[in-house]
């Protein structure tokens, strides 16, 4: 019964959350309300992903904020300053990501350094960097095909039900929910987060295992920096301020457990789905922007303490 | 009712007194009817095996524990703590083997944590210092300024700043669990000076000890437990180092210990001079195929830290470590290749990811063979875990139950479980059977005799097994060689059939060589 509500409690959470703002605010049902949902939804998602990975493995990434406002800005002066085919210039976008990435990962192995401590320090870094770049305004990417990645969609494309992005989305999570628990790597990664002693014990490489997630997770808000530029059609060096925070919520109240070795990768794009509700549901109802963020919030003590909660339970048994 | 006959016949009253101390943990009884005194400037003695309930009674004396039945008495009052301050506030003060100082406070600060004394909620900073140097001139040592701060102090130091917190609310009573375990000689002579002045203060002391010659160095008299009860208070001057360790070990050795017929055949570990940072200092030795090697040693002798290092999880200071055809130091990673699985002292800890699932822990050392394309699938792994939940009994739900719902007994055999699973053919046990039943220790006897002897009939090869115990029986029980490790130096293994307790605990303790 725990288990099963474990289980399917985020998605018991996300309706619930859902039908509070359909009963006071009636246009949250709307098409257009659905889909602009669907698109913050993806930016969200996309990086929650990568998330999932590092928080299993009992590690965090606070700079997957900057990293997505990084890659836009990356992506949309390839096209405008220097011309680059659009193909080209996301794979840099997603390049871009994956090397910071990397970089967190090398310093927290290499240095032993906390998560914590390294990811806030490159949070400013890569800020600091994509800022420079931009000279800190916003870059025009212009109408290319990448546009479309993530846009509303037009009516005669209504049948394909979500943007691009979104089902890239979707396909990705299958993929790596099922490398977590079909292949070498992904159980180490679970090892790793569970009891590192255990998984250095048997011959786990640890280094290497917690390397690769800060690099996955890199390249993955590298993703969600593409889908940002797609959506915006501009690269913004002063976007995505504080989307971490959003992301780590919606891995937690995924059922990922801050001390590791929990986590799931379905549960962390319900979880993205409930932060863009409450979002668009306190937008939608007029409320000012600090109420919402009073709400947010709120949601994500809320979701820290169901956290604890259910391994007080565990401890009991 | 407060026991006139012993205070009659012991001359003087006690200070301190536990009366028919009884305490159980499930169906494991800890402590039975355990009594015991200490009159006041007398240096009192606990000396007893790894599991005898040393560690049980301290807890109880400091409140940690309530006992199921007895009473304790302090001048003649009762007793009843409900944790350490308030045992130390009300005069028993501990002194364990972890230090519990602020590293970040200074020595007055951390003598007086806790119950600072305040006016109008600011602490008066003069009092404090007053009574920190009060508290201090009961052991007079020069380094110890009540100003600085406790991190910069050597360790031994910063074990007088315990000490003193016990005396600046005017402790009478002391009780020191292990003191001397991570000291340097000096210190230990040093230690010995202040806790001698104790006593002639009229202090009282309880001393818990492995070590027997310090026991007989320090103490007046002193109290043997073993499994849980009292076996005798003697005095120290007239009782002889045999008589203790007799009182000590003095157990009936049953069939619980399988040997089927094994022979030594080639070299697969030899390890020449090895040290690690710390410890060991230096070890030698050979293990062969189809023998199992026990090291004896107490807690803190080094022998851990060598599985350790022969192991590749702590560095190799200097030696040479041969495995098979491989020479040189090398990461577990590397040793699990090799085909050496080392089983952990700390199940908990490192030895098992409680809260993954039994197949998963099973199989973690090797992830190969359980689907097409080195995929791992879930489903293959059960399976291959099924064979030894039944080979074993390990008692579970399903090979897809998490670590964390089983009892101890059982998750010590899935960790025995991921060594057969990943065939290893060097198997370094450290405290195989720590903390568990003693059906489940029968059966672990029972499958290291089996990998040692090996089956023609099923095919198995004898395997190599290098186990370290802090339970003698068992070693003597199963071991066919046993060296001991005493202060990170390893002697020569000698053949257990010229070996008994008493030599061993002889050598354990420093007393005599192993010979």
Known sequence: ?317 | MAGPELAADSGDKPRLEMRGICKRFGATIALQDVSFAVKPGEVHALVGENGAGKSTLMKILAGAYKPDKGTMFLDGKPFQPHNSLDARLQGVGMIYQELSLAPHLTVEENMLLGMEPTKLGFVRWQEVRGRAREALKHFDHSRLKPDTRVGTLPLSAQQLVEIGRSLTVGCQVLVFDEPTSSLSQRDIDRLFEVIIGFRNQDLSIVYISHFLEEVQHIADRLTVLRDGYVVGTRDVGTTKTEEIVRMMVGREITDLYPRSVRKRRDAVLEIENLAGLEKPETANLVLHNGEVLGICGLVGAGRTEMLRVIFGLDPVRKGRIKIGLHLGPASPIRRWMQGVGMLSENRKEEGLATNLSLADNVTLSKLRGFGPLKLVLPRKQEAATQKWIDLLDIRCLNPGQRVAEMSGGNQQKAAIARLLQHDADVLLLDEPTRGIDVAAKAKIYQIINEIAAGSESKGRAPKAVLMISSYLPELIGICDRIAVMYRGHLSAAKPVEEIDEHKLMMAATGQEVLV
């Open chain 1, 1 to 317: 019964m725990w288990s099963r509500l474990n289980r399917f409690g985020p998605l018991l959470a996300l309706l619930l959350v859902y039908l509070f703002f359909a009963i006071t605010n009636s246009k949250i049902t709307s098409l257009t309300a659905m889909e602009m949902m669907v698109l913050h939804t993806v930016i969200v998602g996309v990086s929650a992903i990568g998330m999932t990975l590092v928080i299993i493995s009992a590690g965090i990434d606070l700079s997957v904020g900057s990293i997505i406002a990084l890659s836009s800005v990356v992506v949309a002066l390839l096209m405008d300053s220097y011309g680059l085919d659009p193909l080209i210039a996301a794979i840099c976008g997603i390049a871009a990501g994956l090397i910071c990435g990397l970089f967190n990962g090398l310093l927290i192995t290499r240095l032993k350094l906390v998560p914590f401590i390294v990811t806030l320090g490159t949070l400013l870094i890569v800020r600091g960097i994509a800022k420079g770049l931009a000279n800190s305004i916003p870059i025009n990417a212009g109408q290319t095909w990448l546009s479309e990645l993530l846009a509303v969609l037009p009516p005669d494309r209504r049948w394909q039900l979500l943007p691009p992005g979104g089902w890239l989305m979707i396909l990705l999570a299958m993929a790596v929910a099922g490398f977590l628990r079909y292949t070498k790597l992904g159980r180490h990664i679970l090892a790793v987060g569970s009891n590192e002693n255990t998984a250095r014990l048997c011959g786990v490489a640890v280094e290497r295992v917690k390397v690769f997630v800060y690099a996955a997770a890199g390249a993955f808000a590298g993703l969600s920096g593409l889908m940002l530029m797609s959506y915006q059609e501009q690269g913004d060096p002063t976007g995505a301020v504080g989307l971490e925070l959003e992301v780590i919520a919606a891995v937690v109240i995924g059922g990922g457990s801050l001390s590791g070795g929990e986590g799931s990768i379905l549960g962390s794009l319900v979880g993205a789905m409930i932060m863009t509700v409450i979002r668009t549901g306190c937008q939608l109802n007029g409320w000012p922007p600090w109420v919402t963020q009073i709400v947010t919030g709120s949601v994500i003590v809320v979701a820290v303490a169901v956290d604890r909660l259910r391994h007080r339970r565990f401890r009991l048994i």
